[in-house]
Nanobody, 128 residues
Framework: QVQLVESGGGLVQAGGSLRLSCAAS????????MGWFRQAPGKEREFVAT????????YYADSVKGRFTISRDNAKNTLYLQMNSLKPEDTAVYYC?????????????????????WGQGTQVTVSS
């Protein structure tokens, strides 16, 4: 089992920045694939960014590429998402996800199927 707790969400004006954190406990964090997803009202949960167990492999959704940066600190069991140049369309609940690396690779690291564990989410609201 893995427990995930997100923090860092809030209200920010367009063009501003936020840094999300995801604290993990339970299974050995350094062996897990980690990802960020988001869900806006009335929409499906969508992929934002993912990072493999070592931090060597990273993917971003086209909509956030160049603005968001995913990173992890395996010594602190924590995942981060630095969000810059925020836009109103970034408004959503942001979820942290974790999965066994082999499973995530097989099922797709950019899909929700690749992850077994989810946090409760943190709201990000970007005003225009």
């Amino acid at each position: 089992q893995v427990q995930l707790v997100e923090s860092g969400g809030g209200l920010v004006q367009a063009g501003g920045s936020l840094r999300l954190s995801c604290a993990a406990s339970g299974r050995i964090f350094s062996t897990l694939a980690m990802g960020w997803f988001r869900q806006a009202p009335g929409k499906e949960r969508e992929f934002v960014a993912t990072i493999n167990w070592s931090g060597a492999t990273i993917y971003y959704a086209d909509s956030v590429k160049g603005r968001f940066t995913i990173s992890r600190d395996n010594a602190k069991n924590t995942l981060y998402l630095q969000m810059n140049s925020l836009k109103p369309e970034d408004t959503a609940v942001y979820y942290c996800a974790a999965g066994v690396q082999a499973t995530a690779t097989l099922m797709g690291v950019t899909t929700t199927r690749g992850y077994d564990y989810w946090g409760q989410g943190t709201q990000v609201t970007v005003s225009s």
